[in-house]
């Protein structure tokens, strides 16, 4: 038996977050653990990464603020005014709150997961990727080959998200985290010395 009681998690997050968000995280999670088999990473890590990844997603804007204020989270300007952006962080502040999640491998996938970053771990770019190709996902461009990139060239797939990701954003009028776009221009570089040589 592995180290964590995933049942008992999943039966306290339903409380915390609304069924829309509930059914995504667990498709997230069982992405995940399929992704861990696929390239070799730690299948119970991966489910619990996966499960607690939007843990935060539910508490009002206004109150995410306050949290993070009283618990010394740094807020970022692109933060400060798109607070959504900060269930990221603050999930991974629940998970080793409420949670009890100790493994830093862990936390530091679930506060990554919305923005990326450059050099993800191999557990932190499972997560990054399970969200945005879980089965529910149906909106974003590209899905039908991100998801088959996925499990193949993973780097390519998460070059592939950060992209599509920006662009859309780019449409609209959305504040760009500084890590989204330094995580962008890590993996672009990435892809583009390996297609070079
Ligand atoms: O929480 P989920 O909806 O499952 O997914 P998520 O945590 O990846 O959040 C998705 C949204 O976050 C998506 O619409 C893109 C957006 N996002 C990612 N990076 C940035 C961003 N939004 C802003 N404003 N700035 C960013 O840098
Ligand atoms: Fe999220
Ligand atoms: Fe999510």
Redesign the pocket.
């Given at each position: 038996m592995g180290d964590y009681n995933i049942y008992k998690m999943q039966k306290k997050l339903k409380k915390y977050i609304d069924e829309a968000r509930y059914t995504?995280t667990l498709g997230?999670m069982y992405t995940a653990a399929s992704l861990a088999m696929c390239h070799g990473a730690d299948i119970e890590r991966a489910q619990v990464a996966g499960l607690l990844?939007?843990s935060a997603?539910c508490i009002p804007n206004p109150k995410k603020l306050k949290l993070c204020r009283q618990n010394d989270i740094p807020v970022t300007e692109?933060e400060q005014?798109?607070p959504?952006?900060l269930?990221?962080k603050l999930g991974a502040y629940l998970a080793r709150e409420k949670y009890h999640v100790r493994d830093p491998e862990i936390l530091s996938a679930i506060e990554c997961?919305?923005?990326g970053k450059p050099a993800m771990t191999l557990l932190e770019k499972i997560i990054f990727i399970s969200?945005?190709i879980e089965p529910l996902r149906t909106k974003a461009a590209n899905l039908a080959e991100i998801r088959r990139l996925a499990f193949w060239d993973l780097d390519k797939a998460v070059y592939t998200t950060m992209r599509d990701?920006l662009r859309?954003?780019e449409q609209g009028n959305?504040?760009?985290?500084n890590?989204?776009?330094v995580a962008y221009n890590y993996y672009k570089e990435i892809i583009q010395k390996r297609e070079e040589s």
């Open positions: 995504h997230v990844h939007d997603k692109a005014k798109a959504y952006l269930h990221a997961h919305t923005t969200d945005y990701t859309y954003l959305a504040s760009l985290d890590q989204t776009v």
